[in-house]
């Protein structure tokens, strides 16, 4: 759960988390209950609704993808084509095609 | 930012404005939701280069060529006068301790064109004046399709996204500024919304121009930053530009090998480097501040946290400070502006923002003119006076739409029926898959071609997207303009068979830049079988003339 609400500190009826998420994530409909996090995956990690909560209820929660990043860089910067030269990209200075001044 | 200085600038030639934005609070919604630590400005106070003439003459070596000068010219000779504007708006520009700029050279651009500054309240209080010029603001409300009457834009289709209530606008004229596109590739987290521009923007305003017959043009050159391995942050470009060192697995300080500037090159180049260095085996790479000085430190620690309020939390929960390198490499890649400030990746516009449909306007990073919060700043503001021209000249009265309405209606809420199979999620994460591993940094005429066919393939799944509320049927109708998005990137990579930008375009088959034949903007227009490829001339004649800003 990227959002964590503690329910002691939380203020009812306040929506401030709600309306603060650039996102549609945090909904806060019954002003009893405390707010739902109902898109979990949609988070930005932003912040917003940490940092405006008045009574600091809430908190975000980065998983562990975010602190122990296991992806290989090269996974992100595409496959290579077989039978190219884009495998063997990276070994010589200048190759991106840009004059230098 | 481009939607409400278009809102505040069509409100002061007196026309009527509604303003559609599928955030909750208008304050907060955007690429600076959360903040925004540095601004590019032109203060025109007295030194040479900080001049609009001064900074013009730069523009076609900045963009490699690439760009609209004439457009571009209304942009820089409008940063004076904007910045002046923002600031009597209540945006706090100047060091409160020392009552001027704070000023920094960076992005490889010829001057200390970046102010650095608390903008935590830069968007609540462009926001305030929005609202105060009773401007009527539909919130969480999501525009999907342009309306069209007679070739000419008379409004636009929407829904909100909590409640799934319908709204059908009728406008004499229309702005579209919903910014970047981004959930487009993989990230170092895997989490697809960890992503470094606002992952709420999701390329809206491009695929709706596009599905009606307006121009996009730049859609090869893709962008992306230097960010600390984990977390696809904003706030990282205040430690490159006030000194940050770049070093590899070896401890080499390697940025000098691909850019006399070193540090202070430009966006594309640095984070170019850092492909170029891992893919040569030199990861991995660190950010290295040691050597700054105590003062710039303490800075840095108190900026970091401006553009992205977690972002020091995530220092500290990650155990590491400003004292010892941490690792970086590249984010997620955006479809804004290929790393380069004055030429956008989007909506073709002219240089008073107009599109090539009558009635439509585009500004901010949506359209072919970016330059981060000033561009969209400077460029909103002239889309706003001249839609509110137009429309007193030109608008439609109300034309007879029933028909449209009822036809609208039901293809917006078509996902909702029961018989949709494809979840948005899973769509959206095959787009990301053939993005990522098929346009990619290395890109292949082989690659891109298979990049093509999978997205069409993709696109034929788009009547079985499933919505079970309104919340879904926005991510339906998000996930099929990422689609679009990456349709018109895979298709213009696919045509510029050379190299241009750095990694913003690399074309691994035709690795050099060919200025004889490729300097040109590539344009592209939506036709039944794929997108249609013409060209058009930047204004900029030839390398020799590129020290003078020739706008013929």
């Known amino acids: 759960m990227p959002i964590l609400i503690n329910k002691d500190l939380c203020v009812k009826g306040c929506t401030l988390c709600d309306q603060f998420c650039p996102g549609d994530i945090i909904y806060r409909l019954d002003a009893e209950k405390i707010p739902e996090i109902r898109y979990e995956d949609e988070c930005w990690y932003c912040g917003s609704c940490e940092q405006y909560c008045p009574t600091g209820a809430v908190k975000i929660v980065f998983p562990p993808e975010m602190l122990q990043s296991q992806v290989p860089a090269v996974s992100l910067f595409g496959k290579t084509e077989e039978g190219t030269s884009a495998s063997s990209m990276g070994k010589t200075k200048g190759q991106t095609g840009v004059p230098k001044a | ?552």
């Open chain 2, 1 to 552: 930012m481009a939607g409400c200085l278009a809102a505040l600038g069509a409100r002061e030639s007196g026309v009527k404005v509604a303003v559609l934005d599928k955030g909750g609070l208008l304050e907060r919604t955007g690429s600076i939701a959360a903040g925004v630590d540095q601004i590019l400005a032109v203060a025109d106070d007295g030194e040479e280069w900080d001049t609009p003439d001064y900074l013009l003459q730069q523009i076609p070596n900045l963009t490699d060529g690439i760009v609209d000068l004439k457009s571009v010219e209304t942009f820089v000779r409008g940063l004076p006068g904007m910045l002046r504007k923002l600031e009597k708006l209540g945006v706090p520009f100047r060091d409160p301790a020392t009552g001027k700029y704070f000023r920094h050279r960076t992005f490889g651009l010829p001057g200390a064109y970046h102010i650095d500054f608390d903008g935590s309240k830069f968007k609540p209080k462009i926001a305030r004046a929005v609202v105060d010029s009773a401007a009527q603001v539909f919130l969480r409300t999501m525009a999907v399709n342009l309306i069209t009457h007679q070739g000419q834009a008379v409004g636009a289709s929407a829904f909100q996204i909590r409640t799934g209530a319908f709204l059908f606008l009728r406008a004499r004229a229309v702005i579209l500024a919903t910014g970047d596109t981004n959930r487009l590739s993989r990230n170092s987290s895997g989490i697809p919304f960890d992503s470094w521009h606002c992952p709420y923007n999701t390329g809206d305003a491009q695929a709706m121009a596009a599905r009606r017959g307006a121009l996009l043009a730049n859609m090869e050159f893709t962008e992306n930053t230097i960010t600390p391995k984990g977390i696809s942050s904003q706030g990282t470009n205040a430690l490159t530009g006030l000194g940050a060192h770049y070093i590899n697995a070896k401890g080499e300080r390697f940025m000098f090998k691909y850019d006399p500037a070193g540090e202070r090159a430009r966006r594309d180049l640095l984070t170019s480097a850092i492909i170029s260095e891992t893919l040569a085996g030199n990861a991995p790479i660190y950010c290295d501040c040691r050597h700054l000085p105590a003062d710039i430190l303490s800075r840095l620690e108190e900026t970091l946290g401006v553009d992205r309020p977690s972002l020091p939390r995530w220092f500290k929960e990650k155990g590491i400070d400003l004292t010892e390198p941490f690792e970086v490499t590249v984010s997620e890649f955006s479809s804004r502006r290929g790393g380069v400030y004055f030429r956008g990746s989007g909506i073709l516009v002219d240089a008073n923002t107009g599109t090539n449909i009558a009635g439509l306007y585009a500004a901010g990073d949506c359209c072919t003119v970016s330059g981060g919060i000033s561009g969209a700043a400077v460029m909103g503001y002239e889309a706003g006076r001249e839609a509110a021209r137009f429309a007193r000249q030109n608008g439609v009265e109300k034309p007879a739409l029933d028909r449209e309405l009822e036809m609208e209606k039901a293809r917006l809420f078509a996902p909702c029926a029961a018989s949709g199979r494809v979840s948005p999620r899973a769509y959206e994460d095959r787009v990301r898959e053939v993005v990522t591993d098929y346009i990619g940094y290395r890109r292949t005429e082989g690659n891109l071609r298979k990049a093509v066919e999978e997205l069409r393939r993709l696109q034929a799944e788009d009547d079985d997207l499933r919505a079970t509320d309104a919340h879904e049927l926005m991510r339906v109708h998000e996930a099929k303009n990422i689609r679009e998005v990456a349709e018109m990137i895979a298709t213009a990579a696919l045509e510029r068979r050379e190299s241009r930008g750095s990694y913003a375009h690399f074309r691994a088959d035709f690795p050099n830049r060919d200025d004889d034949n490729w300097r040109k903007m590539i344009v592209l227009k939506k036709g039944d079988g794929g997108y249609e490829v013409s060209y058009r001339a930047t204004g900029a004649k030839s390398p020799a003339s590129e020290n003078h800003a020739d706008t013929d």
